[in-house]
């Protein structure tokens, strides 16, 4: 390698999140700042949380329900249409 191009590499290096915690790796920074570590995002913390601002799941399930009576309608109307057409023997 050639002498004097390369940063210098600090061995115990640590990297301080806003929540307090510290970890201690290498790196050519000898410390470095974050908002979010693991130890505090909600997605392996497990307090992530799912908003459904604009109610889209509730929408589709609505959708649903009145396909389903529409389909259940129709399919009554068909069954006493096809019992009035057949002849009576």
């Known amino acids: 390698m050639k002498k004097e191009i390369h940063p210098t590499y600090y061995q115990n290096a640590t990297i ?3 929540c307090g915690n ?3 790796v290498g790196s050519t920074k000898k410390e470095t700042d974050v908002e979010i570590c693991a130890n505090c995002h909600p997605f392996f913390t497990g307090k992530e949380k799912l908003i459904d601002i604009e109610g889209r799941v509730e929408k589709f399930k ?4 009145k396909s389903q009576k529409i389909k259940s309608k129709q399919t009554t109307e068909k069954s006493k249409a096809k019992n009035k057409k057949t002849p009576k023997k």
């Open 16 to 18: 301080k999140c806003a």
């Open 22 to 24: 510290k970890i201690t």
């Open 62 to 65: 609505q959708k649903m329900e």
